[in-house]
């Protein structure tokens, strides 16, 4: 997977603190902060969701492309917001994964707001040392 | 870095020079395009607490420490680990790490034995009593 495999989908939007927020519905959707991995095995995706818990995440991997999505409740609500410092929303984002990835294998973990999806390579862009018989 | 607040003598005067102080620090981090404290909070009040949320995804409590000093002073020490990998390649790496510190002035005084924190969800929560007597008192009014 290099720069050009794994391009997100989507990079249209504006940019604010390294942030993609496009408005959907009626809230704010944030593009979550990621960190990306990759070895001969698998590709790991690390996506800071802060506030998301399992029950209102979404990972999909279809046509080569992954998209996660969490829900965020608002906050607070009972009280008087006296101001901020950053805005709360769902989070969304999309990549295109160039390499064959073995769907039926592919894991996801969600802890303290950090989801972790493995997505396991198929054998066969596994690179493989062909060994050279000699006589 | 939130700059310190003068003690101010009128209440409703003071909760404006909150408002300004919070919007003017919010449009200079934009104007720069980015951060300049981490981890930016958020705040909200009612008659009986202050509540101050900041998104730490990734951290447990026990890489945090919260202080509060005197009456008012609120200050968040921790440490963002980032993941090492021995062998592979990073594509990105867009999540924040590293150690930070930060202190803000409360718009109110606070109890400091009754403050509660809970971290879940990568979410910190800190519910703050305000102390007796800065809440509204109701005053009867004889006729």
């Not at chain 2, 607040?5 to 020079?17: I, K, V």
């Not at chain 2, 102080?21 to 202050?50: C, H, T, Y």
């Amino acid at each position: 997977m290099n720069e050009v495999l794994c391009k997100e989908a989507k990079t249209k939007e504006a940019k604010t603190n390294g942030n993609v927020a496009e408005f959907t519905r009626e809230k704010v959707t944030f593009s979550p902060l990621v960190d990306i991995w990759e070895d001969q095995q698998e590709i790991v995706l690390i996506a800071d969701m802060p506030g998301v818990d399992e029950h209102h995440l979404d990972i999909e991997f279809e046509n080569r492309q992954l998209t996660i999505q969490g829900r965020v409740e608002k906050r607070h609500p009972e009280l008087t917001f006296l101001g901020g410092e950053y805005e709360t929303g769902d989070f969304h984002r999309t990549f295109a994964i160039g390499d064959a990835i073995d769907v039926a294998r592919i894991s996801a973990e969600l802890k303290n707001g950090v989801l972790t999806v493995h997505l396991p390579k198929v054998e066969a862009v596994k690179p493989r040392k062909i060994p050279i018989k000699t006589e | 870095m939130l700059t310190r607040w003068q003690p101010f003598p009128n209440w409703a005067n003071e909760l404006n020079r909150v408002h300004k102080e919070l919007n003017r620090m919010f449009e200079r981090q934009n104007e720069q395009g980015g951060w300049k404290a981490f981890p930016p909070m958020n705040i909200w009040q009612d008659d009986n607490q202050l509540v101050i949320e900041a998104e730490l995804p990734g951290m447990a409590m026990e890489d945090l420490e919260i202080l509060i000093d005197g009456e008012n002073r609120l200050t968040l020490k921790g440490q963002r680990q980032q993941k090492q990998m021995e062998s592979g390649t990073w594509h990105r790496r867009e999540r924040i790490h590293g150690e930070f510190r930060r202190s803000i002035d409360l718009p109110s005084v606070i109890d400091a034995d009754r403050v509660e924190a809970t971290l879940k969800h990568g979410l910190l929560t800190i519910v703050m009593p305000k102390r007796d007597e800065v809440k509204p008192r109701k005053i009867e009014v004889r006729g």
